[in-house]
């Protein structure tokens, strides 16, 4: 009787065993197929990724070649520039103080007067102008 009781525990046991195993090869096989699903799917995704990113370089070397190309046109106008103001600022300034020169001087020659000071009058401790003044007294 102890023989049968063991016979029949290790059926047992291997029937539990077997059902096991065969959940397992299910799982193992579902897991196959989802692994093999994911890859079919990623593979376009990185081809994807792929062309942007080489597309995003490209326009990133472009961008730089602009950048640089805007930097030399700014030492360029920059240069330009203090070449112009230290070629023509001196003589025009010194044209421009000559004209002013020769306004004053027959401006002067033709009223033969000084300029006219404005006078001020002072209230309760104030400076008012002549302008203000007349409007304070009307």
Known sequence: ??????AVFWAILVSFLAVV????????????????DVTDQAVPLLADASTAVRSARTQLDRVDAIA?????VTSNAS??????????GGPLVKVAAFGYGVRKALGRTAADEPPKTSRRTVIVGRTVPAARRRKQKG
């Open 1 to 6: 009787m102890a023989g049968i009781l063991v």
């Open 68 to 72: 640089s190309d805007v930097q030399e």
């Open 21 to 36: 195993l065969v959940r397992l090869a299910q799982v193992l096989k579902a897991t196959t197929k989802l692994v093999a």
């Open 79 to 88: 240069a330009l520039s203090s070449t112009v103001a230290s070629t023509f």
